[in-house]
């Protein structure tokens, strides 16, 4: 059987990305998205969330960019003086690896993130991070004891498989080779995900694609993923969303990508792919079911 979450990530970036998000799941075949506590559309978000239960809602877990949840004198190794989070993924990484944020400062973040999804009345489905910074082993530990508290223990796996990168890559994409460079850095941490997900008591989905192909998932690319699906269980990560002045006013690279995005999630072709290739579409709230049975 061949099993299929299209997850959208960034869910409360925008107004204009969470009505891009809903129209993808209303009107297409999006099936999940996750939500950034952090975020300045945050509470529109919830509210569309709540007006549309079909839609699989989880946890975009931030640690690099925008204002900290948690108190900034709990997590002063994390935050600023402001309570801004690190600018940067290499700024963040950098001073994770040299050991001058503690790893508790990280859990205590993570957790008021999820506490704050929690009291605006959406529970959870799964947890992954804004810009993957759970592949980093420090990180993913900490993830793994905060979804063992919180008993949310369904985690992308943030992993590609080189050869489905290197199919998901536009044969005119200006950036291949750096894309394909970070999925092949990504692919090197699959050892340690493993082994600290087994020791969390954490499971994801069998495969996963859309790092490669980030922001380049237009009609034609995305029936061609669906088309060649393995079996199991794979989630494609996509960022749809509408393309207006208030994203243009974020410091998000992806721009009309997102518009691109959700239009394939709209499209007949995109449909019609799902159903020749027999594939079920799910959410992580069913996959975590099936699993647990």
Sequence with gaps: MKQLILNADDFGLTRGVNEGIIRAHREGILTSATLMANALAFDHA?????????????????????????????????????????????????RLSLGSIRRRDIERELLAQIEKIRRAGIEPTHLDTHKHTHAHPGVMAALGRVARQTKIIRVRKPVENLRDSWRSVPANGGEMLARLAAAAAVRAISPWFEALSRRYGL????????????????????????????????????HPGLCDAELARTDSRLQEQRQLEMEALLSPEVRRAVTQAGVQLINYRDFGECKQA
């Design 46 to 94: 919830v509210e569309l969330a709540r007006a549309n239960p079909s839609l699989g809602v989880g946890c975009h877990l931030v640690l690099v960019g925008g204002t900290a949840v948690a108190p900034r004198d709990e997590i002063s190794t994390l935050a600023d003086r402001d309570g801004q989070l690190p600018a940067s993924l290499a700024a963040f990484v950098t």
């Design 203 to 238: 499971f994801s989905p069998e495969n996963f694609l859309g790092l490669a192909a980030t922001g380049q998932l237009g009609p034609a690319l995305l029936c061609r993923l669906i088309d060649t699906l393995p079996d199991g269980c794979t989630e494609i990560m996509l």
